[in-house]
């Protein structure tokens, strides 16, 4: 590959799809990675659209598939997807909240033949765990995640980790160890979309970050060779951008519910871009051709402080849609870099959710992610 | 956990998949939200692992392949880091 941009004949492949199967979702959570209209998104694909994308995309060399939502289990036909996903070859793992996971579910998806099922988790305690998903769904988790380990499959657990709960992640960390996950991750809250709305009440303080990083550390020791422990930092306390997505159009291809075709999920929201559908083009003129994917391709796109920076091999410039929503220009640095003139406002955010942590004895409002708040936010 | 001498069967670890990808042109290791490419020594050692040859088989095997090349410690190497990473283990005798 030639460091300093793409030519036609070594393109990146889209080696991870995920498929957003649906926005619909009985959880609430406050942080979810989805569009904050999606109310307004109700046109979804058909089964055979589905089957159409994940034929073509394997062509294209995609070899990870990854059914996402929204919850995916609330789409009847997720079997079928998952057979045919496996029939062509590809690792199919299923992203879920559990909500509608049952034993016979858990068994029909194991004999279409599905690889692997991580289960989010909100918190590692009821209590929490029930009030930020916004339904009693904590008991019926830890259930699902023990029979998702006796059916064999690799189990992995999800923890969004958030200023109420990162001070407990060693409850999180004995839990999961007690049901025998293979994996836990500690997931800081990435802040796009419903987590933008809510960043006051989300972001933990530095301290915090410092100290969870430190326990998870000592887990990792702790389980060594018996379950693997990842710390996902919350990138605002960072010095240098996350090398999002690997780059754009580099590695990973979203499809959403309506068959819009995005380099992330959060993209949709990035202004003077028209993302391609796949009911319209192939997955190959979308991934190859689109004008949307090859926007932030490669390095020519960059401004100064990345163009010039040794650095822009290893982060590329950082996220867009961070970009977008700190500066109002997606082609600017991330200012998480210490390096961007915007990084300011990175501190600022910081200062700002201190001050929330503070002043609220009730720990501030909360934007739960539900249809309501989304036809009152997209207005 | 058994011992690892050239007696031992070794079989993939249920959790990995092991695949050739025509759009990368390599043999690739699959798992949980990742995968791990192969190069072509460590596709051709990994191929063998069938959970019916024992170490000593593979590398006989790989000897015949390729007469001449000084394999056995190479193999042996590569085994040793693949047992630790998980993506090998060794079968327990029935």
Known sequence: ?379 | MAQLDDASVLALSPKFRLQWEEAQNCYVLLYAEGMIKLNKSASEILTLVDGKRSLGAIIEELKSRFPGAPIESDVKEFIQVAHERGWVHVKEPS
């Open chain 1, 1 to 379: 590959m030639n460091a300093d941009g793409f030519t036609s004949k070594n393109l990146p492949k889209p080696l991870w799809l995920c498929a957003e199967l649906t926005y619909s979702c009985p959880l609430q959570c406050p942080y979810c990675s989805n569009p904050v209209d999606f109310a307004w998104q109700k046109d979804t694909l058909s089964t055979e659209d589905w089957i159409r994308v994940l034929r073509q995309a394997r062509r294209l060399g995609a070899v990870q598939l990854g059914f996402s939502g929204g919850e995916p289990l609330l789409r009847r036909d997720l079997e079928t997807l998952v057979s045919e996903g496996r029939k062509l070859g590809y690792y199919t793992n299923l992203i879920t909240s559990a909500y509608g996971l049952t034993e016979a579910r858990i068994k029909a998806l194991k004999e279409a033949g599905l690889d692997h099922i991580q289960i989010s988790f909100q918190a590692g305690v009821k209590e929490l765990n029930d009030f930020m998903a916004g339904t009693e769904v904590f008991e019926h988790k830890v259930a699902s995640a023990r029979l998702v380990k006796q059916y064999g499959y690799e189990v992995v657990l999800n923890f969004v980790i958030y200023r109420d709960n990162i001070d407990h992640i060693d409850v999180m960390l004995e839990m999961a160890a007690e049901i025998g996950a293979d994996q836990v991750e500690l997931a800081n809250v990435q802040y796009y979309g419903w987590a933008f709305l809510n960043r006051d009440r989300l972001l933990p303080t530095k301290e915090q970050v410092e100290r969870a990083e430190q326990i998870a550390h000592e887990y990792q020791e702790k389980f060594k060779g018996r379950m693997r422990v990842l710390f996902v930092v919350p990138d605002y306390y960072e010095e240098r951008p996350k090398a999002c997505m690997n780059g754009w159009g580099n590695l990973f291809l979203t499809i959403a519910p309506d068959g819009t075709a995005l380099p992330c999920q959060a993209a949709r929201q990035l202004p003077g871009l028209e993302f391609p559908n796949v009911r319209n083009h192939s997955v190959e003129w979308i991934w190859n051709e689109s004008p949307a994917f090859n926007r932030f391709r490669g390095f020519d796109w960059m401004r100064e402080p990345c163009r010039s920076c040794p650095e822009r091999f290893k982060d590329f410039g950082g996220c867009r849609c961070q970009a977008y929503l700190l500066t109002g220009d997606p082609a600017n640095t991330d200012p998480v870099c210490s390096l961007s003139p915007h990084h300011d406002l990175v501190l600022a955010a910081i200062a700002s959710a201190r001050a929330s942590a503070q002043q609220h004895s009730d720990k501030g409002k909360i934007v739960f992610r539900n249809v309501r708040n989304s036809v009152r936010a997209a207005h």
